[in-house]
């Protein structure tokens, strides 16, 4: 057990594994934020409307099930991002610099977002923070503290009402896209999805994964600002 933690393997198959936790997160909450969208096409963009499939997700967001699975999962990312910051810091001590956990060999070391996973990282995680002020403490925190959640209608157009708001997002996903046309494929590499034809086929997974994260955001926050 103890290789887990102090091999090169054993690192990155955990930084892989609780990376796959975000990519669950994210999939789950971008069509969850989608059904908003299509709501406005349907004319269904309506505050204190409980039919809506944006309210139906929301709501089946607060199920029991989706209860425990979005904690775990958020849980996942959390460790994902701590063990990133321990593992950067440890390389800058021992090294006596920057150094990419990641990193095998200088030929997967190549693109901007491999070289720059950790600050990246950050960037992510703060936006992830300021992302929670603005959407879990008015629906989520609220209904676990018995108090009444905020529309979520409301919330988007009241969110998303100001173009400042909606161009840090856009540049939080910007980060977030990077981020993830890295991490994919390495995640699933490193779990022992790895040879020539399939490590070139996840690059392009990764990347479609990572444009469709992007362009399914950007898109919720854009429709929002116009729906305000």
């Not at 908003?36 to 204190?48: K, Q, R």
């Not at 720059?116 to 950050?122: E, P």
């Not at 708001?165 to 977030?176: C, E, K, N, P, S």
């Not at 020539?196 to 362009?215: C, M, P």
Request: glycine share 8%; proline share 1%.
């Amino acid at each position: 057990m103890a290789n887990i933690f102090t091999s090169s393997i054993g690192k990155k198959l955990i930084m892989s594994i609780t990376g796959l936790f975000l990519i669950i997160f994210l999939l789950l909450h971008l069509t969850i934020n989608f059904f908003s969208v299509i709501d406005s096409c349907t004319g269904n963009f309506v505050a204190g409307n409980t039919d809506g499939l944006f309210a139906l997700g929301c709501e089946f967001m607060s199920t029991p099930i989706i209860t425990v699975m979005v904690p775990i999962l958020a849980l996942g990312f959390i460790i994902h991002i701590i063990y990133a910051t321990y593992l950067t810091w440890s390389n800058i001590r021992t090294r006596g610099g920057y150094n990419r956990y990641e990193v095998a060999s200088k030929a997967k070391a190549e693109s901007w977002a491999a070289k720059n996973m950790f600050a990246l990282g950050i960037i992510v995680l703060g936006f992830i923070v300021f992302h929670l002020t603005h959407f879990w403490d008015e629906m989520q925190l609220k209904e676990f503290m018995g108090q009444e959640a905020a529309d979520p209608y409301t919330l988007l157009t009241t969110t998303f009402g100001r173009w400042w708001v909606v161009v840090l997002y856009i540049v939080w996903f910007g980060a977030l896209w990077f981020h993830l046309t890295h991490g994919f494929w390495s995640a699933f590499q490193t779990i022992g999805w790895s040879n020539r034809i399939w490590e070139k086929r996840l690059k392009v997974i990764g990347y479609i994964f990572a444009t469709i994260i992007f362009l399914g955001f950007t898109t919720v926050a854009i429709n929002a600002y116009i729906m305000a």
